[in-house]
């Protein structure tokens, strides 16, 4: 049986990168994947962009309403040019006649709790793994719904390590404004827009907080 697999860890703690890689794998290996992001991240429109500097177009973005599942059938069944391999220049067999041997999502706290139950079908029913890679918990420390339904749900839970300024390991997100940190407002804004965020441990956090959580 094919499984749901959520990888998460605070900014920077190579989330998307290790998404591409994946991806590399598998196509390296002459199988095809699936890219999908929501379409709330606007960061780099359709693109999927590691902060090492490599980018990738998704294959389709998820908004709010859609199905998933739905989704996912739609493109697997159909044609897509194109692939990691064929854009760094390799001259292979088009994987994209080829069924999906995994579906990859960034972004994955973005997802409504219904689209994570579809993210489970699509790996039980359609036997498709899934790779979820995504942020735990919001700069107020309270966990995204996507996020949350991930942690219910999946077969796998890996956490993905980054280090905190003073050399300890990084679990919350903090929101800034400028050299400012913020504790209000909503729980999307994406990094870029205005706000930008810094990953540090509990102490760190604490700290800065005022000892203020949520």
């Not at 980054?162 to 994406?190: L, M, S, W």
Request: aromatic share 8%; hydrophobic share 40%.
């Amino acid at each position: 049986m094919a499984k749901l697999y959520f990888r998460y860890g605070a900014m920077n703690s190579g989330k998307s990168t290790g998404l591409l890689q994946a991806a590399f794998n598998y196509e390296e290996r002459g199988q095809r994947v699936l890219l999908a992001k929501p379409k709330v991240d606007s960061k780099g429109d359709d693109q999927i962009v590691s902060r090492l500097g490599v980018t990738r177009q998704v294959d389709f973005l998820v908004g709010p309403q859609d199905g998933f599942r739905e989704l996912f059938s739609q493109h697997a069944a159909g044609s897509e040019p194109g692939t990691l391999l064929e854009a760094m220049g390799s001259s292979g067999e088009d994987l994209y006649a080829k069924p999906v041997s995994c579906l990859l999502v960034d972004e994955a706290q973005f997802l409504t709790p219904e689209q994570v139950d579809d993210l489970l079908r699509i790996a039980v029913l359609d036997g498709v793994p899934v790779l979820a890679y995504g942020i735990r918990t919001d700069f107020r420390t309270r966990a995204f719904p996507g996020s949350a339904r991930l942690m219910d749900l999946a077969h796998s839970l890996e956490e993905l390590k980054t280090i905190c300024r003073c050399g300890r390991k990084a679990v919350f997100n903090t929101r800034r404004q400028g050299e400012q940190i913020v504790f209000d407002g909503e729980q999307i804004a994406i990094d870029g827009d205005q706000v930008w965020y810094e990953s540090l441990c509990a102490a760190c956090y604490l700290e800065a907080s005022g000892g203020r959580l949520g």
